[in-house]
Each structure stands twice: as structure tokens, then as C-alpha cells.
């Protein structure tokens, strides 16, 4: 029993395969079987994994004299917990009785800890977005009287026979975090994905953005080590692009201070750029996390010229840039605001890298217009820049859920999706799951979501997987994901991928967004230019009140009241020209 992310799974593999020998002895047998276990998940679907783990356990012994293990990852998910108490405690499956002795087949089972969020975690959770569809005292997916929803997991209680076999595997303390992230560093610098030199920076970096991330009292608490390998992996990435990147992000900083100020270099900008997309973007207030990782930026390689100020220069600066290679997608009075920006600079990088992107904010927060402007921008060859000609091009495939949605069709969408990717280079080509409305089947009688869980770690797995013992090494493709909504989600789904939040907008943000609206025109925008402040300040005393219930106002309706405004300005300023105009003639 442990905490997502703490090295459970990593600790039986690598002691399978100290029997096993060495991942890369390809001739090696193979000794260990995971199944992922979800809400999803049936008796038969267990019954028929332990069969064919059995078997290969027999074969093994013969063969290799070597001992078999079944890891059942995330056992108390499953509504099937009593026949898994069943195999780990009677020794049975559906009272037949598993093989004893040398050929038996080993059987350990990972656990998530049952714990309730504090009252001020659900009252935020629920604030988000448009807070949750379904009211808590409404909702079916329940544990006795408690919500799932208020669980840190969603779990099922363990049958109190299975107690006495629970290990507390325990959290990682801070010293040996920092020493598991150290050979997780170092074994990028092995691959020559970074360079050597910045093991010690990288290293600090990154532990001081775990134990700050767990030192808050929100969703941003919830980390671990798979936030460090996916913030090792955008870094390699970034550091790849950066050779056309840094020159464009160059450009762009000189333009706007007007002065060839000193550049941070390739390495320094890679990791500040990777930081913004794993840890920086799932906080609504980033400054005092700026300030805590900027004291670790030390030497050649890693000099801030201003601090935190330049971390978050070089983060706005990276946003724009891709938005700028984007001009042609977007219409004249499309505002380039705060949102637009950070949403598609997440979901580029979440797509081309398969990550898993999570984004809630209100309606009018351009989720949906991210969407359809990263599907136009990311087109291989045929895309609208250079810039984006060197990522993959994207097939998304979008899922309308709703509270009938069921699990059979979101298992089907990615089966859909990873058909598109067969026979197609995947460094080329990425498929993408978008789930439109995601938040809609939260609370569905079916649970649908619950078969996310596996699917965004290890990507669908065709049937005859499981079935075709011949076909047991057959890797799943692991396809892309944007999961979309207005309204609140379980944050143990959350936690598979980056949570970007979308919170209220600022009063500088709505003046830039009213900005945007009108700019296209200079002389409407000279008109309002003195009244976008008192816009902006009317809105917001107008929204404000409605967070304590249900909201009935929206950006939507500042926008539209916005460019009704525009509108009306430019008529008027039209009829007076006419007027003025008639009046020469005359």
C-alpha cells in the first residue's frame, strides 16, 4: 500500500528482473505480468490474466528455472476486490485451486491508501470550473455515505481477511526523493538527452519543485515521481526544438525591450520552458514558485539574469512565439489573451510528446478554440509555419460525453484512435483522444472514466493481447489526450496527466482580451481606449457576487457585450463619415 507515483511497480520489475537478467538481453524470458486494474476491470477480465500467467509461471520454471510474478497494479479499484481476495488468500480462483509448490505462480498486488480530502481541498474541487455536474449528496458513486469524489483515490474497502497481508510501502521522505530523482537525471545525461553539466542544477531544480508542490493545500499537492520523468522528458524535447525555438524567442525579446539583453542559454531555457509545462501551469498563483527555483539556478550553464522575473519572461516569451506562427489561423478580432496562449502552448507540447493534458476553466476560457487552432496548426507538411512543419502532424478524434456515455465507448474511441496510428511513423504522426465535456460523465450511473486510468498509462491493448500467449509482448500505441470540460474532476484522474486550470481572469487580462477584440479597427479601439478599464472593472463587481452559487454570467457574455460595443462604435463612426462626407459634395 502506497501513494501513486512512489516506485511500487519500479520495485517488483527490477526485482524480476535481477532473475530475469538485463532489459536489454532481448532473448531474456519474460517473468512479470501487470494488469492495470480500473473500475472496468471484470471478474472474468482477473480470471482469465491469472490463466494465462499460470501457464507462463510453469514454463518459466521449466524452461529457466526462474519464478513468475502477476503485479495487480491499483487492486482496490476494481468492484472484483473479493476474487482477488480469493486468489491471494484461499488460493482459488472460483473454488478451483491454483498450483503449490515450485511452479506456483507469485501474486503480489499494489494498494492505494484510503484518505478524505479536508473540507477545504472539496470545497475548492468543487469551485473549479463550474464546479461539479452533479451535487455530492446527489451523486451515485459513493463509498458507505462518503462521495468518491472526496476520496484522494477511489477505492474500494479491502475484505478485513486481506488486512494482515498489507505492507505500508510509505511516502518517499525529502533526502530520498532527491536521490531517486539523481539517477533519474543521471540516467538522461547516460542516454545524452541532456548534458552532463547540468545534473546538480537539474537535480535541485526539481526536488525543490516537489517539496513545494507538496507543501500546498490544493491539487497542486498531489506529485510524485512521474511529474519529475515527464519534466526530464519535455526538457529533451524542448532542448531538440530549441535550435529554431531560441532563435524566434531571441527576436521576440529583443523586439520588445528594444535592447540586446544577455540571452540565457539553450540548457538554462529547455528546463525553465519544461518547469512552466509540468509544475508552473497548475498554479493559479506562480510567483512565489518562480522565486523558490530560482535560487537554485547557479553556473555558467544556468545564469538568470533577473530571477524569477526571467523565468517567467522566458515563459510568456515561448507562449507568444507560438502563437505568432499561428497568425494566419486566427481572425482579426480573436484576442491573444493570457488563456489562448497557455492553451495552446500546452496542448502542442502534451500532443507531440503523448502526454496526458486535463484542462477545466469556466466557459469562455478558449478551451475549445485552443482546440480547433492546434488541429489546423499541427498538419505535418501542410502546416501554416515552418516552425510547426517540424512536429508531428495530429489526427484528433473528439468524444461528446455526457451522463449516458458508457465505458465500452470510451475504450472503443482509443481503439479507434490507435487504428489510425497502425502502419504510420509514429514520429511523424500522433492520434489524439479528445473528450469533449469530460466532466458530464463524472457522475454517470456507468462510470465511464474509470477505464482512463489504463488506457493514458500504457495506451489500449488489443484483446488477443491477453488472450494469445504468443502475443504477450505486443506493446500497446499509446495515443495522444486532451480531455476537456467546464465542470470538476476526480483529481486521482488528474493526477495521470497535467492539470491545467483555467481560474478567473484578471481585470489586466479582460482589458488585453478587450483589447484584442477591437484592435483590428484603430479607430474604434482609440474610441474605447479610456473605457476599457471601466469595462473590465463593471464586469467583474457584475461576477463577482455569483461565485457564492451558481453563475448565470459568463466571459462568453463579456465578450459578446464587447464586440456588440465594437460594433455599434464603428456604425457610428461610419454614419458620421457618410454624413460629413455628403455635406462636402453638398
Keep these: 500500500m502506497g501513494e501513486t507515483g512512489c516506485g511500487k511497480t519500479r520495485l517488483v520489475k527490477f526485482m524480476c528482473d535481477l532473475q530475469a537478467g538485463p532489459p536489454s538481453n532481448k532473448d531474456r524470458p519474460k517473468n512479470m505480468i501487470i494488469m492495470k486494474l480500473h473500475g472496468g476491470v471484470s471478474a472474468e477480465d482477473i480470471i482469465r490474466t491469472v490463466t494465462r500467467a499460470q501457464r507462463l509461471a510453469t514454463d518459466n520454471r521449466r524452461q529457466h528455472n526462474i519464478e513468475t510474478v502477476l503485479f495487480l497494479d491499483e487492486a482496490n479499484t476494481s468492484e472484483a476486490i473479493g476474487l482477488i481476495k480469493e486468489i491471494m488468500c484461499d488460493g482459488t480462483v472460483n473454488g478451483k485451486p491454483l498450483p503449490k509448490g515450485e511452479e506456483s505462480l507469485k501474486i503480489v498486488a499494489a494498494v492505494n491508501p484510503y484518505r478524505r480530502h479536508t473540507k477545504t481541498m472539496i470545497r475548492r474541487l468543487e469551485q473549479a470550473g463550474l464546479g461539479y455536474h452533479i451535487r455530492a449528496e446527489q451523486t451515485e458513486d459513493k463509498l458507505g455515505r462518503i462521495p468518491m469524489r472526496q476520496l484522494v483515490y477511489r477505492v474500494q474497502p479491502l475484505p478485513p481477511s486481506m488486512l494482515p497481508l498489507v505492507w505500508d510501502f510509505g511516502q518517499l521522505n525529502n533526502q530520498t526523493e532527491r536521490l531517486y530523482i539523481e539517477q533519474m537525471v543521471k540516467r538522461c545525461v547516460s542516454e545524452d538527452r541532456i548534458p552532463t553539466e547540468s545534473i546538480d542544477v537539474v537535480t535541485a531544480v526539481l526536488t525543490s519543485s516537489q517539496e513545494f508542490m507538496r507543501r500546498k493545500k490544493d491539487e497542486c499537492s ?36 528594444r535592447t540586446n539583453n544577455t540571452q540565457v542559454t539553450n540548457v538554462c531555457r529547455a528546463l525553465i520552458l519544461a518547469l512552466g509545462v509540468c509544475y508552473q501551469a497548475r498554479l493559479e498563483k506562480r510567483n512565489d514558485y518562480r522565486k523558490v527555483i530560482a535560487r537554485h539556478f547557479n553556473g555558467p550553464l544556468f545564469k538568470l539574469p533577473k530571477g524569477a522575473k526571467t523565468i517567467e519572461r522566458e515563459t510568456e516569451t515561448c507562449q507568444d512565439v507560438f502563437l505568432d506562427q499561428l497568425e494566419t489561423l486566427l481572425a482579426p478580432n480573436i484576442a491573444r489573451n493570457t488563456a489562448l496562449k497557455e492553451n495552446v502552448f500546452m496542448m502542442v507540447v502534451c500532443i507531440e510528446l503523448r502526454v496526458p493534458l486535463f484542462l477545466v476553466g469556466k466557459p469562455g476560457s478558449s478551451k475549445s478554440l485552443a482546440k480547433s487552432v492546434v488541429s489546423d496548426a499541427m498538419q505535418g507538411d501542410s502546416a501554416p509555419s515552418d516552425f510547426f512543419k517540424r512536429m508531428k502532424q495530429a489526427h484528433m478524434v473528439s468524444f461528446q460525453c455526457s451522463p449516458l456515455a458508457t465505458p465500452e465507448s470510451i475504450v472503443k ?12 511513423d509514429l514520429t511523424k504522426f500522433v492520434s489524439v483522444v479528445v473528450l469533449d465535456e469530460i466532466g458530464l460523465a ?70 488585453k482580451s478587450a483589447r ?71
Design 222 to 257: 498531489f506529485v510524485s515521481l512521474r511529474d519529475v520523468e515527464r519534466t526530464l522528458t519535455v526538457m529533451a524535447w524542448f532542448l531538440q526544438m530549441l535550435p529554431v525555438l531560441s532563435v524566434l524567442m531571441n527576436t521576440k525579446i529583443t523586439d520588445q525591450t
Design 413 to 424: 474511441t482509443f481503439h479507434q484512435c490507435s487504428m489510425f496510428q497502425q502502419d504510420k
Design 442 to 511: 463524472e457522475d454517470s450511473p456507468k462510470m465511464p472514466l474509470k477505464t482512463l486510468h489504463a488506457l493514458l498509462e500504457e495506451g489500449y491493448v488489443e484483446e488477443s493481447a491477453h488472450e494469445d500467449d504468443d502475443n504477450t509482448d505486443a506493446l500497446p500505441k499509446k495515443v495522444g489526450f486532451v480531455g476537456i470540460s467546464n465542470w470538476a474532476l476526480d483529481p486521482a484522474k488528474m493526477n495521470r496527466g497535467i492539470f491545467l486550470s483555467r481560474g478567473v481572469p484578471d481585470n489586466d487580462d479582460l482589458k
Design 516 to 586: 484584442g477584440i477591437c484592435e483590428h479597427d484603430e479607430r474604434v479601439l482609440t474610441q474605447l481606449q479610456t473605457m476599457l478599464g471601466n469595462l473590465a472593472g463593471s464586469y467583474t463587481d457584475l461576477y463577482r457576487p455569483q461565485l457564492k452559487d451558481r453563475e448565470y454570467f459568463g466571459l462568453r457574455d463579456f465578450y459578446r457585450y464587447r464586440q456588440e460595443t465594437c460594433t455599434l462604435l464603428y456604425n457610428v463612426i461610419w454614419e458620421i463619415q457618410r454624413h460629413l462626407c455628403n455635406r462636402m459634395v453638398n
